[in-house]
C-alpha cells in the first residue's frame, strides 16, 4: 500500500502471510516491511487469554479509514507487561441472534498460540460478531516498525475435554524455525518458509524426514521472482495491448474482449446455478486521451440500485460501514501500476448505474480520478462505459482487474460477482477491497 506522511513524499508498506495447515493444527506467518514505521494490528481470537489478568482500559489509534474498525470496539483493553508468547483458548466468534450454536458441526477446543516479539502490544476489546451473531470479546495484537513477524499456531481438539493433538508448541518471531509443534503421537515438526514455498523438518521418535511446498508458482503468463533482501515473490506480467478505439465500430464489438461467466464468479449467497447466472462481456480501447472500458451484463432483470432524492450521490447504508454501493448492481475497477504490489491500485471507481442514461461513481482511492460514466438498463441486465482519462493513470504498463456486482431486487445485499482476474471462494465481508492473485497487464497505444 502507498500512504502519505503529512503531504510529504510517498511511502510503501508490504505484508504477506503464510498459512500452513496439518493435521490438527495450524502455522500462521506474517511478515511486512515498510519504508517508514508503521503500526501493524492482527485481530488474532475471539476468546480468553491464559495466566494474564493484568488489564488497564485503554484507547487503540488507528488510520481513521473507513476499512480500519476501530470505532467499533468498546471496552478496550491493554495487557499491562504482557509475555513474549500469549495463548488463547478461543470461542465460537459469536452466539446467533436465535440463540442456536454457531457451529452446525458440534464444538471444538481451540487453542491459539501467538508471539510478535518483545515490543507486541496486546489488546482486548468487545467487537461486532459475525453476520446473524452477538458481540464478542476479541483479542488483538499490534506492533510498530519497519519491518516485523508475528507467529502463531492453532490447534483444535473435536470436543472440548479431549487430547490435544499439539502438546508442545514454540513459536519464534526473531528467526528459523518460525514454528515447531510436538503432536500427541510424538512427532515433532519444525516450520519455516523458504524461496520455493515452506519446509517442515520432521522427527517421529528415531527417524528423520521432511516436507517441502512448493507452493510458489507463476500463474499463466507470468513469472515468480523475488524481491532482492526480502524474500517476498513478485510477479512479472506479458503486458496485453489496448487496440485503438475505432469510431466506424460499436464500442462492444471492438477492443481487447472478454467473456466473463461461471469460471469467473465469486459467490456472496448463492452458487451459481439456476436463475443465478450472470453473465458479461467486456470490451477495452483507447483513444490519445481515454482508457474506454464498456460493459454489457446480462443478470435476468433490470438493475437493482438503491435510490434516494439525489441520484448523484450514494445513499447511506443502514446494513453496515460499507459503501452502499457494494450492494447493487453495478462495476468495481482497478487500475495500478505494472511493478506495484498487487492490490496498490493508482485509480479505483465504485460505479453504478443511475437513471437518465448516467452512472453514479465513488472513487475507492483518496483523491483518485473517477471516470467519466454512462449507462443503460434493460429488462435482462445493464451495461456501462467508463472513459478514463488517460493523464490520471500511470504512463507504461497498466494493472487492471474489474469486479460486476449482482443484485436481485428482492434482496437487500449483493448476491455475488464476477471478477476478471478469477472466480471461486466467498466474498460475504469483502467489501469494496480487493487484492487478487493475479491480473490483466495492459499496455495502452501510444
Do not use: K
Not at 459469536?94 to 510478535?116: L, N, V
Not at 490519445?288 to 432483470?301: F, K, R, S
Not at 447511506?316 to 496498490?344: F, M, T
Amino acid at each position: 500500500m502507498d500512504q502519505q506522511e503529512g503531504g510529504d513524499r510517498p511511502w510503501r508498506a508490504r505484508d504477506t502471510r503464510s498459512v500452513v495447515v496439518c493435521d490438527g493444527y495450524l502455522v500462521d506467518l506474517l511478515e511486512w516491511h515498510a519504508d517508514e514505521a508503521v503500526t501493524l494490528t492482527l485481530p488474532v481470537a475471539t476468546g480468553r487469554v491464559e495466566h494474564a489478568s493484568n488489564w488497564r482500559p485503554a484507547t487503540i489509534r488507528s488510520a481513521g479509514a473507513l476499512e480500519d474498525g476501530f470505532e467499533f470496539l468498546d471496552q478496550t483493553e491493554a495487557m499491562i507487561e504482557p509475555p513474549q508468547v500469549v495463548t488463547v483458548t478461543a470461542a465460537p466468534s459469536g452466539s446467533h441472534a436465535s440463540g442456536a450454536p454457531h457451529s452446525a458441526g458440534g464444538r471444538y477446543a481451540m487453542y491459539a498460540t501467538y508471539t510478535a516479539g518483545t515490543d507486541a502490544r496486546w489488546w482486548r476489546a468487545v467487537a461486532p460478531g459475525a453476520p446473524g451473531c452477538e458481540r464478542s470479546n476479541r483479542i488483538m495484537v499490534d506492533v510498530h516498525g519497519t519491518s516485523g513477524r508475528i507467529v502463531g499456531v492453532w490447534s483444535w481438539t473435536q470436543a472440548t475435554g479431549s487430547q490435544q493433538p499439539a502438546t508442545q508448541v514454540t513459536v519464534n518471531a526473531a528467526g528459523t524455525p518460525v514454528a515447531s509443534v510436538t503432536t500427541s503421537d510424538g512427532t515433532t515438526a519444525w516450520h519455516e518458509p523458504a524461496p520455493h514455498g515452506w519446509h517442515i523438518a520432521l522427527l517421529a521418535r528415531d527417524s528423520r524426514s521432511s516436507i517441502d511446498l512448493e507452493g510458489l508458482r507463476p500463474i499463466q503468463g507470468e513469472s515468480v521472482s523475488d524481491v532482492s533482501g526480502t524474500g517476498i515473490p513478485v510477479r512479472t506480467r506479458v503486458p496485453l495491448h489496448v487496440p485503438e478505439f475505432d469510431a466506424a465500430q460499436p464500442l462492444h464489438a471492438q477492443g481487447l474482449r472478454v467473456t466473463l461467466g461461471a469460471e469467473h464468479y465469486v459467490q456472496t449467497e448463492d452458487a451459481w446455478n439456476g436463475d443465478n447466472t450472470p453473465q458479461a462481456q467486456l470490451a477495452l480501447c483507447a483513444t490519445a486521451d481515454e482508457l474506454l472500458v464498456h460493459l454489457q451484463v446480462l443478470t435476468g432483470h433490470l438493475p437493482t440500485v438503491d435510490d434516494h432524492d439525489n441520484a448523484d450521490s450514494m445513499p447511506d447504508n443502514p446494513l453496515d460501514n460499507e459503501r452502499a454501493d457494494i450492494n447493487a448492481d453495478g462495476v468495481q475497477c482497478y487500475i495500478g501500476a505494472d511493478g506495484d504490489d498487487l492490490g496498490e491500485w493508482r485509480a479505483a471507481v465504485l460505479a453504478v448505474p443511475i437513471s437518465g442514461g448516467r452512472g453514479r461513481g465513488t472513487s475507492l482511492v483518496p483523491e483518485g480520478p473517477v471516470p467519466a460514466l454512462s449507462s443503460d438498463g434493460h429488462a435482462n441486465g445493464w451495461s456501462m462505459t467508463l472513459r478514463w482519462p488517460r493523464a490520471a493513470l500511470p504512463t507504461g504498463p497498466l494493472v487492471f482487474d474489474l469486479i460486476i456486482n449482482e443484485r436481485p431486487p428482492e434482496r437487500e445485499r449483493r448476491r455475488g460477482q464476477l471478477v476478471l482476474s478469477g472466480g471461486g471462494g466467498f466474498g460475504y465481508l469483502r467489501g469494496d477491497r480487493h487484492t487478487p492473485r493475479t491480473a490483466l497487464a495492459l499496455r495502452l497505444p501510444d
